[in-house]
């Protein structure tokens, strides 16, 4: 094994397992998301990306694995975390030759420990960060700043509105719709540090709000570029962006 892989993986044990994600059958995503537009982010994501990464890829926030093998084509290994063991379960039975994983938040303080500095070439992070609590956004960038190298790459998605102000909405998982409601955004962080089955929390981001969180958390995005448009209003934001030294 990737002697760094080991001792990333010495250092991040599995967690409590008492996270799930609250499209828990993957039928919305399932139908949000047909392969038409996983196969547009995915292009978007491939242009990012160098076709060789020397070192450790991070896939934070893994769940099913959609990304997982894409980045060990081009990784020299790959650690692939998720909060949701069962959305673990299917990424590992998908690649698990290809790539270590481990169930374990995001906001875990292990991913800011001492050991795991600077233990990272890249981190893909892709469609998550629309679904943590508010300020998790935050403390989840910080840590990639953390585990990257000095000239790591981020690769960030996230949901975009195309406005002057950031949105939050409730999206029915059986209602199979990418938008769903507009809920405040104390009723979003609610739902998104307690999950409920069926009830998926999407904050919408927009170009100036992301952009500020990934320059405060010590990046310089470099490209920023929507694809998936839902609406005139409404995309996905994928975003490259290197480590600053600090
Ligand atoms: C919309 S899915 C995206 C999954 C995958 N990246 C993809 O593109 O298919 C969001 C994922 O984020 C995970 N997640 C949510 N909060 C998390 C956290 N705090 N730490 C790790 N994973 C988290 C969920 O379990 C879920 O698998």
Request: aromatic letters at 6%.
């Amino acid at each position: 094994m990737n002697r760094v892989l080991q001792h990333i993986l010495d250092a991040v044990t599995d967690g409590a397992a008492d996270y799930s994600y609250p499209d828990q059958d993957n039928r919305m995503e399932a139908q949000v998301i047909p392969q038409a537009r996983r196969d547009e982010e995915r292009r978007l994501w491939e242009s990012m990306l160098p076709a060789r990464i020397a070192g450790v890829a991070l896939d934070a926030g893994c769940g099913r694995g959609a990304f997982t093998g894409l980045l060990a084509d081009r990784a020299d290994a790959v650690l692939a975390v998720d909060a949701d063991q069962t959305r673990v379960a299917v990424a590992r039975a998908q690649h698990q030759d290809r790539a270590a994983f481990r169930v374990r938040s995001l906001m875990d303080p292990v991913f800011s420990s001492e050991k795991l500095r600077g233990a990272f070439a890249c981190v893909s992070c892709i469609q998550v960060l629309g679904h943590v609590p508010l300020n998790g956004a935050a403390i989840i960038l910080s840590a990639f700043h953390h585990l990257l190298q000095p000239d790591g790459l981020l690769i960030l998605a996230v949901p975009f509105v195309n406005h002057f102000s950031e949105e939050h909405r409730l999206v029915r998982t059986s209602e199979a719709q990418p938008f769903g409601h507009p809920i405040t955004p104390q009723r979003y962080d609610a739902l998104a540090l307690t999950p409920e089955a069926g009830v998926l929390p999407v904050r919408h981001f927009t170009a100036a709000s992301l952009t500020a969180l990934v320059e405060k958390a010590g990046f310089s995005a470099e490209r920023m570029e929507p694809c998936n448009w839902y609406s005139e209003r409404r995309a996905d934001m994928m975003v490259q962006a290197h480590r600053r030294p600090t």
